[in-house]
């Protein structure tokens, strides 16, 4: 198989941080054609600084990578060419309206004059612009801004599209509407890249890797991490719920839990022999039970068990 991105023990160290403390600390990658690949880690996970990497923007410290074979350091020019790259801070010139933001970067991309209009046009109806063009981009709502900052990253028709946190600080509808741009994106056959904070938009990507503190933590098709993980989950609601709580830390074989909404995911050992404890427990206290049932293991789920082990190993 040849990876269209393929990183190889990547590490940076900023000059102004702590003598010890890695960025990113020896990252692998490996994306194949085509794939819809998502990079999900909170805040200060090492997102930015992987991607900022991929595009040349900035050298690793050590370790290697490629795009399309070529290397990030030494063909920087030959990478450029291919990739889109979509930065977390905007890209855009405020003062400049829609259609003046998508000629600049026409330009700067090189796409032969000739042809811009055409692909103007295309991209202004692919990202429902096509009304706004002569608005200032600093005049658009959050998820204009963000459509037309892809839209932008699109302009020179790059193989590989490197998008970094596209829906943060965007509305729901936005961010559905840019997940369902990137699925066109896909169909056209890019390779993308893109980071999130969201879980929920992890199980939208073909592959997922969990970053955080600088570390991949796990790699594979979203189902398959559910599958990978040591404990199932068990939802409870019942109340009151300072009883629920107090059974849920004394009953055997529930080996953590986490309040989401109102109620409680238990991860448990074994479902068909903790539920019956647990009923069995709510009742003798008089709790009230409304729900007490399996679910499904959620990207959440497997991210928190991640975390949680990365911090005792440390
Ligand atoms: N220019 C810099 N100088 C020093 N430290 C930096 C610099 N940029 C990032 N860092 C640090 O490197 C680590 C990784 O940051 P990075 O921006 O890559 O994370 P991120 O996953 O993109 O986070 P976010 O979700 O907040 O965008 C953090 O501890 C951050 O504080
Ligand atoms: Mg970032």
């Given amino acids: 198989m040849t990876f269209v991105i393929e990183a190889k023990k990547l590490s940076k160290h900023y000059p102004s941080q702590r003598e010890n403390y890695l960025a990113l600390d020896s990252v692998d990658l490996e994306v194949a054609p085509g794939q819809l690949y998502g990079l999900v880690g909170p805040d200060g996970a090492g997102k930015t600084t992987l991607l900022r990497i991929l595009s040349t923007v900035m050298e690793p410290t050590s370790g290697s990578a490629q795009l399309a074979g070529f290397d990030v350091m030494k063909q920087s020019e030959d990478v450029r060419a291919l990739l889109g790259y979509m930065p977390q801070a905007f890209s855009l010139y405020p003062d400049l309206s829609v259609m003046e933001n998508l000629k600049f970067f026409a330009d700067i991309n090189g796409v032969p004059a000739r042809e811009q209009k055409k692909r103007i046009d295309e991209l202004l109806a692919f990202a429902r612009l096509t009304e706004f063009t002569t608005r200032r981009s600093e005049n658009l709502s959050g998820g204009m801004r963000k459509k037309l900052a892809l839209a932008c990253a699109l302009i020179h028709e790059p193989k590989i599209l490197l998008l970094d946190e596209p829906t943060t ?38 592959t997922v890797s969990v970053i ?49 909404g109102d109620r409680l995911r238990l991860s448990v050992d074994n479902p068909n022999a903790v539920m019956p404890r647990i009923d069995d427990e709510l009742k003798k206290a008089g709790a009230q039970i409304s729900i007490l049932r399996e679910a499904r293991i959620l990207m959440e789920d497997v991210f928190i068990y991640l975390v949680e082990k990365q911090k005792e190993q440390a």
Wanted: aromatic letters at 6%.
């Fill in 212 to 260: 955080n503190q600088g570390r991949m933590l796990i790699t594979g098709a979203p189902i398959e991490l559910e599958k990978q993980m040591p404990f199932q989950i068990v939802e409870v609601k019942a109340r009151p719920r300072y009883t629920l709580r107090a059974v849920a830390d004394q009953t055997d074989g529930v080996l953590s839990w986490r309040a989401v």
């Fill in 169 to 206: 600080g965007v509305d729901p509808v936005s961010r559905r509407e840019l997940w369902h741009l990137l699925a066109k994106v896909i169909q056209q056959g890019v390779t993308v890249l893109v980071s999130t904070p969201y879980m929920d938009e992890a199980e939208r990507c073909s």
